[in-house]
């Protein structure tokens, strides 16, 4: 606890689509509570206001308006939110993503935690792995984020599947060009790139609570794949149940979850959070 953590006054908030059941703002405000800050945090979800992407830039232009220090940004509006800002960091930037934005002397600054939050949980986690062929589902915002993050975890290839060619080109060639070439390339079949992987990421929206399901024909699994997904609410997803009935390593969307706060409370707040505690007490709230 700092001297000053006590006259700090924290309103923040999430955007995003279906996020009634975020663990978010429990997440922040206990952490808050904890360091003695005044902390409210608010769900601003585009399903429930009957909204959507196309009404981003009056949401953010409202929160900055009425005093927000600062927004999380979810699904569908990772990219999209981009355009709004004044600057970006280098992770931002590089990863073209941005979940985490600071409105700070009349700014819009835009980071991205998720890189951070998924590489940590995964070196928890999977640290031991093999690494040498990955597939990951998905190359929209979050997608990004994790794509980055596997392969500063020494992924040798990672192989990107998503409903939309264009946008998983778009990310290999980022990919490629800011983490070594042929790295990443576009996956086509997805049968046979499964049966020469390692791990299997998902990190497309499907196995939310809105959106059930799997984001692959569970026939491809195997017990020697690893496999991690970044929904966390459920935290049990269903390709989570099919991996583990197989026996294989999984890891949760929790640690993802927990770690890219920590790090967006410590932008908000200015203050460094007590990642055991945040991680302690999420576990706690699954439970």
Same mark, same amino acid.
């Given at each position: 606890?700092?001297?000053?953590?006590?006259?700090? *006054?924290?309103?923040?908030?999430?955007?995003?689509?279906?996020?009634? $059941?975020?663990?978010?703002?429990?997440?922040?405000?206990?952490?808050?509570? &904890?360091?003695?800050?005044?902390?409210?945090?608010? /769900?601003?979800?585009?399903? =429930?206001?009957?909204?959507? =992407? *196309?009404?981003?830039?009056? +949401?953010?232009d409202g929160a900055q308006r009425s005093g927000f220090t600062g927004?999380?940004?979810?699904?569908?509006?990772?990219?999209?939110?981009?355009? +709004?800002?004044?600057?970006? *960091?280098?992770?931002?930037? =590089?990863?073209?993503?941005?979940?985490?934005?600071?409105?700070?002397?009349?700014?819009?600054?835009?980071?991205?935690?998720?890189?951070?939050?998924? $590489?940590?949980?995964?070196?928890?986690?999977?640290?031991?792995?093999?690494?040498?062929?990955?597939?990951?589902?998905?190359?929209?915002?979050?997608?990004? &984020?994790? &794509?980055? $993050?596997? /392969?500063?975890?020494?992924? &040798?290839?990672?192989?990107?599947?998503?409903?939309?060619?264009?946008?998983?080109?778009?990310?290999?060639?980022?990919?490629?060009?800011?983490?070594?070439?042929?790295?990443?390339?576009?996956?086509?079949?997805?049968?046979? $790139? !499964?049966?020469?992987?390692d791990g299997l990421v998902n @990190?497309?929206?499907?196995? !939310?609570?809105?959106?059930?399901?799997?984001?692959?024909?569970?026939?491809?699994?195997?017990?020697? +794949?690893?496999?991690?997904?970044?929904?966390?609410?459920?935290?049990? @997803?269903? /390709?989570?149940?099919?991996?583990?009935?197989?026996?294989?390593? @999984?890891?949760?969307?929790?640690?993802?979850?927990?770690?890219?706060?920590?790090? =967006?409370?410590?932008?908000? @707040?200015?203050?460094?959070?007590?990642?055991?505690?945040?991680?302690?007490?999420?576990?706690?709230?699954?439970?």
């Amino acid at each position: 606890m700092t001297s000053n953590s006590t006259q700090l *006054s924290i309103l923040a908030g999430l955007i995003g689509a279906g996020i009634q $059941a975020s663990r978010t703002p429990s997440l922040h405000e206990h952490e808050g509570d &904890a360091q003695g800050m005044r902390y409210l945090y608010r /769900l601003i979800d585009i399903d =429930a206001l009957h909204l959507d =992407a *196309s009404a981003l830039p009056g +949401l953010i232009d409202g929160a900055q308006r009425s005093g927000f220090t600062g927004l999380n940004i979810t699904y569908p509006c990772k990219q999209a939110v981009i355009p +709004l800002l004044d600057e970006l *960091s280098p992770e931002a930037r =590089a990863i073209g993503a941005v979940n985490t934005v600071v409105f700070k002397n009349g700014r819009r600054i835009g980071h991205n935690t998720d890189c951070l939050g998924f $590489a940590e949980g995964f070196r928890r986690g999977l640290g031991d792995v093999a690494r040498r062929r990955v597939v990951q589902m998905g190359a929209g915002g979050a997608g990004a &984020a994790v &794509a980055h $993050a596997l /392969l500063g975890e020494g992924v &040798a290839e990672l192989v990107i599947f998503d409903v939309d060619a264009g946008r998983a080109q778009s990310l290999v060639d980022n990919l490629n060009a800011h983490l070594g070439k042929g790295r990443a390339r576009v996956g086509h079949d997805l049968s046979a $790139a !499964m049966a020469n992987a390692d791990g299997l990421v998902n @990190t497309t929206p499907v196995g !939310m609570s809105k959106l059930p399901g799997t984001p692959l024909p569970v026939e491809l699994l195997r017990a020697d +794949l690893w496999v991690a997904e970044i929904v966390y609410f459920p935290l049990q @997803t269903a /390709l989570l149940d099919h991996a583990r009935e197989l026996g294989c390593r @999984t890891l949760d969307g929790g640690t993802m979850a927990v770690f890219q706060a920590v790090k =967006a409370f410590e932008l908000f @707040t200015g203050v460094p959070a007590n990642a055991e505690r945040m991680q302690a007490f999420f576990s706690a709230q699954a439970h």
